[in-house]
């Protein structure tokens, strides 16, 4: 009978084993990872919330083929980052992989898919002066200009975190027209509208959605009066079709500080203010942006 009982020390080292394997599970599903808006799609920014199993001096991360930049928020005890799925990605479950380093320097990690599902966007016909579907050679050059302008401005980018807290509309105004739609221009010419309008008279002020730094403002061919606030670690907002500046490039704006008036400058089929938001290269919905709640 003796000879089937544990004995004291193995018994001991048993339950020490099984401690040590049950805390180890424990820590392992202490990674945590929660997305706003909580259903994602093709066109959409999104805030990730990160909970690590132990404390952790830096977190990364890669998603859609884009690296993301952490935050910590010491009120929630949590890491953030605003990332974004383009329109062109196809519904499906992505990895987002994270990676740590603790104080003491270890290095950990974590995966887990994230779905993407698809949105559909209408389509919608409009009129506009025949220049800006069938432009002259001259005008011709001022696009071609415009586009080395926005690529050179879209190059130089701060990696470092602007903006602070929920991103606030830049007018008090309805909106006039949604993110997505394919446009057609004077029947022939095809666009997929890439930002945000509000119905505006010109003349009304506008203000920057968070803080930042002015890296253009200027006239371009089809953006008309432009200016384009960089808020950090790629993610830009863009306000088209001014009819004046209130700031300069190079400029630091706050959340809610006058940049500019709205008017109908550029291609546009009438005053309004165009808001458009860009995250590492890609288009996202700034309707969405401006309804999550941010650190």
Request: aromatic share 8%.
């Amino acid at each position: 009978m003796r000879d089937r009982l544990f004995h004291p020390v193995a018994l001991i080292a048993f339950v020490l084993f099984a401690l040590d394997a049950n805390l180890t599970g424990a820590t392992a599903a202490r990674w945590a990872v929660v997305n706003q808006p909580t259903r994602l799609v093709n066109g959409t920014p999104v805030l990730f919330r990160v909970t690590t199993p132990k404390p952790v001096r830096t977190l990364s991360g890669n998603w859609l083929g884009h690296e993301i930049a952490f935050s910590f928020d010491a009120s929630g005890k949590s890491w953030f980052a605003l990332a974004g799925a383009s329109l062109e990605t196809k519904p499906g479950a992505y990895s987002i992989q994270l990676h740590a380093e603790t104080p003491a320097g270890q290095a950990i990690s974590f995966e887990r898919k994230i779905r993407v599902e698809r949105q559909r966007y209408p389509r919608m016909l409009l009129k506009v002066p025949g220049r800006y579907t069938a432009p002259s050679p001259e005008d011709q050059r001022q696009i071609a200009q415009d586009k080395e302008t926005k690529a050179d401005v879209f190059k130089t980018l701060s990696s470092g975190r602007e903006w602070k807290g929920s991103f606030a509309p830049p007018v008090n105004a309805e909106i006039s027209d949604v993110f997505g739609v394919a446009r057609v221009f004077n029947g022939s010419v095809q666009s997929t509208h890439q930002g945000l309008d509000f119905r505006v008279p010109s003349g009304t002020p506008v203000a920057a959605v968070n803080s930042g730094r002015v890296i253009l403002a200027r006239p371009l061919f089809f953006e008309g009066n432009c200016v384009v606030i960089d808020h950090g670690q790629g993610l830009l907002t863009l306000y088209l079709h001014l009819s004046t500046f209130s700031v300069k490039e190079g400029d630091d704006v706050n959340k809610g500080q006058p940049i500019g008036d709205s008017g109908g400058t550029g291609r546009a089929t009438g005053p309004h203010l165009h808001l458009a938001v860009r995250w590492q290269g890609v288009y996202l919905n700034p309707q969405v942006l401006l309804k999550l709640s941010l650190p």
